[in-house]
T-cell receptor
């Protein structure tokens, strides 16, 4: 099993550009999440989804949008990237007992 | 979710047992203690979790005090590959317990010395 796969792994954007990060899981998990991690900090929750077609805001949702059109995929969008969104982004999915994280996307906004 | 307190960093000699403490004095009766670790820039990895009994798996042991206000993660024979940030997280389990994600603090940076 691949678990949780994130694409791309690295990306450099110019301020004002848009992009979409893709997260795919093959474990049939209902719940999926997007986190960001800044240097020296723990992970902070951006948005999450408790099932296909549903999304909700986490701790730091501003500047991001998400969609969960298929159960296995959770997309994170940046409509107009800002330097403050330079970070490492982690996707995760969970069952009742545990969370599985992807390997991360390192995004730099210049 | 109950708040947790962990030391910011710890050292341990290779081959020795690493004991990582966590205080969670406001834990409620239905909340579990979870441990995750993050090896440099990788995604967090699940280690172990427990409610009130001590737990052991192939990676580690979890010792929870009788009053459940603190716990200790034990890596029995630490290796250099165990150098990572370790997160202690308290939350409820079940259909509603995982819905809104895990809350990560800054964790403990464990450094295994050769």
């Amino acid at each position: 099993n691949a678990g949780v796969t994130q694409t791309p792994k690295f990306r450099v954007l110019k301020t004002g550009q848009s992009m979409t990060l893709l997260c795919a899981q093959d474990m049939n998990h209902e719940y999926m999440y997007w986190y960001r991690q800044d240097p020296g900090m723990g992970l902070r929750l951006i948005h999450y989804s408790v099932g296909e077609g549903t999304t909700a805001k986490g701790e730091v949702p501003d500047g991001y949008n998400v969609s969960r059109l298929k159960k296995q995929n959770f997309l994170l969008g940046l409509e107009s990237a800002a330097p403050s969104q330079t970070s490492v982004y982690f996707c995760a999915s969970s069952s009742s007992y545990g969370y599985t994280f992807g390997s991360g996307t390192r995004l730099t906004v210049v | 979710d109950a708040k947790t307190t962990q030391p910011p960093s710890m050292d341990c000699a290779e081959g020795r047992a690493a004991n990582l403490p966590c205080n969670h004095s406001t834990i409620s009766g239905n909340e579990y203690v979870y441990w995750y670790r993050q090896i440099h820039s990788q995604g967090p990895q699940y280690i172990i979790h427990g409610l009130k009994n001590n737990e052991t798996n192939e990676m580690a042991s979890l010792i929870i005090t009788e009053d459940r206000k603190s716990s200790t993660l034990i890596l029995p024979h630490a290796t250099l590959r165990d150098t990572a940030v370790y997160y202690c997280i308290v939350r409820s389990q079940g259909s509603g317990g995982g819905a809104d994600g895990l809350t990560f603090g800054k964790g403990t940076h464990l450094i295994i010395q050769p």
